[in-house]
C-alpha cells in the first residue's frame, strides 16, 4: 500500500483515483471546488459497483471506496508517495500546482502531471527537483482504458521514470514509454492527426459524425470513433488543448476549423452536460443529436 494524492477531481482525477485505490492503496483525491469532490465520489461508487457486478475487481466496492478520502487542500502532499496532478490544462495553473507540491512532498517523491500538451519540462521548471518530475497521461474513462503514457522531461531520472513504469503496471495499466518531451506526446499527436481530418470532412459537409465513427469503427477496428472519444473527454478539455498547442507554434497538430470551439461556446460540452457531436439520455445512452 502507498499513500497517492491525486489533484483534481474532474472527469481525470476521479478516474485516478478510483484506479489508485483498486489497486490498494490510500488515495487523497483533492480538489477547489466542493461539488466536484462530491460529484467524483458518487461517480466512483456507480463505477466500481459496476465493475464488481461484473466480477472486474476482486475487492469488495465498499473497501475500495473507502480507501479514497476526498480532501480541499494540498496538506496531504507531505505524507505522500506519489502525487499525481490532473488538474484543468492551464499552464499559470499547473505551474503554481507543481512549485506549491515541491515544497510540500517529501524528497523522491515523484510528483507526475497527467496534462495533454503542456511540456513536462516547463511544469518541472517551477520545482527545485524536476529529476522527479514526469508526465503519467492516463485516457478516460480511466477505469476502463488500458494504458498510460509515461513520459520523460529533460530532467526526469531514470530512477523515477522506472519506477513509475512500474508503478503503471501495478495499477494494472499498460505503460507507454514517451522517451522525449514533445507536444502532444505519442498517442495524442497520432489522435490529432484523425481528429483533425474528421473534422476537416464533417464541417465541408462530406460526412456526418455518426457515419465517420461508425465507419472507424467497422473498418479500423477503433473501439470508438473520434467524434465518440471527444465527446467523452469533452469539448472545453479539447479546446484548451488546442489554444496551448497553438500557442507553442504546434497549429498543424490541432483541428483546422473552430467548430469545436463553436460547440464548446454553445455549451455542447460533451456527455458529461449530455449533449455534444451526440445527445445523450439522463443515463448517460447516446442517441442522435437533434438539432437546435
Ligand atoms: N478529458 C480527457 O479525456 C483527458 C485525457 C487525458 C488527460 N487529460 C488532462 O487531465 C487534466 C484534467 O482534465 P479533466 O478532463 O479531468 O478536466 P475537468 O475539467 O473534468 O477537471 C479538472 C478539475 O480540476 C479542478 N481544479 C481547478 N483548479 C484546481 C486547483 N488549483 N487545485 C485542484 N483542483 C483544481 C477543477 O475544479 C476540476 O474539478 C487536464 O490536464 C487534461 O488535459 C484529460
Not at 495533454?116 to 527545485?128: C, G, N, V
Not at 484523425?194 to 455518426?210: K, S
Not at 472519444?229 to 497553438?246: E, H, K, M, P, S
Request: glycine content about 10%; aromatic content about 6%.
Amino acid at each position: 500500500m502507498q499513500r497517492v494524492l491525486v489533484v483534481g477531481a474532474g472527469f481525470m482525477g476521479a478516474g485516478i483515483a478510483q484506479v489508485c485505490a483498486q489497486a490498494g492503496h490510500q488515495v487523497s483525491l483533492m480538489d477547489v471546488k466542493p461539488e466536484a469532490l462530491n460529484r467524483a465520489m458518487e461517480g466512483m461508487k456507480t463505477s466500481v459497483g459496476k465493475l464488481a457486478s461484473k466480477g472486474l475487481i476482486n475487492d469488495n466496492p465498499g473497501a475500495v471506496l473507502a480507501r479514497v478520502t476526498p480532501v480541499d487542500s494540498l496538506e496531504s502532499a507531505a505524507s505522500a508517495d506519489w502525487v499525481l496532478e490532473a488538474a484543468l490544462e492551464i499552464e499559470s495553473l499547473k505551474l503554481e500546482l507543481f512549485a506549491e507540491l515541491d515544497r510540500l512532498a517529501k524528497p523522491g517523491t515523484p510528483l507526475a502531471s497527467n496534462t495533454s500538451s503542456i511540456p513536462i519540462s516547463r511544469l518541472a521548471a517551477a520545482t527545485s527537483h524536476p529529476e522527479r518530475v514526469l508526465g503519467l497521461h492516463f485516457f478516460g474513462p480511466v477505469p476502463l482504458m488500458g494504458l498510460v503514457e509515461v513520459v520523460k522531461g529533460d530532467k526526469t531520472s531514470d530512477e523515477v521514470f522506472e519506477r513509475s513504469m512500474a508503478f503503471v503496471r501495478a495499477l494494472g495499466k499498460h505503460p507507454v514509454r514517451v522517451g522525449r518531451d514533445i507536444p502532444g506526446f505519442v498517442m495524442n499527436r497520432v489522435f490529432a492527426a484523425a481528429f483533425r481530418e474528421a473534422v476537416d470532412l464533417v464541417a465541408n459537409g462530406v460526412t456526418t459524425p455518426e457515419d465517420l465513427d461508425a465507419g472507424m469503427r467497422l473498418g479500423y477496428g477503433w473501439a470508438a470513433g473520434p467524434f465518440e472519444v471527444v465527446d467523452n473527454a469533452g469539448l472545453d478539455t479539447f479546446v484548451l488543448i488546442d489554444r496551448f498547442l497553438q500557442s507553442m507554434g504546434e497549429a498543424d497538430l490541432v483541428a483546422r476549423c473552430d467548430l469545436v470551439e463553436k460547440m464548446a461556446e454553445q455549451g455542447r460540452l460533451g456527455r458529461k452536460v449530455g449533449k455534444g457531436f451526440y445527445d445523450y439520455t439522463p443515463e448517460g445512452k447516446r442517441v442522435l443529436r437533434k438539432e437546435e
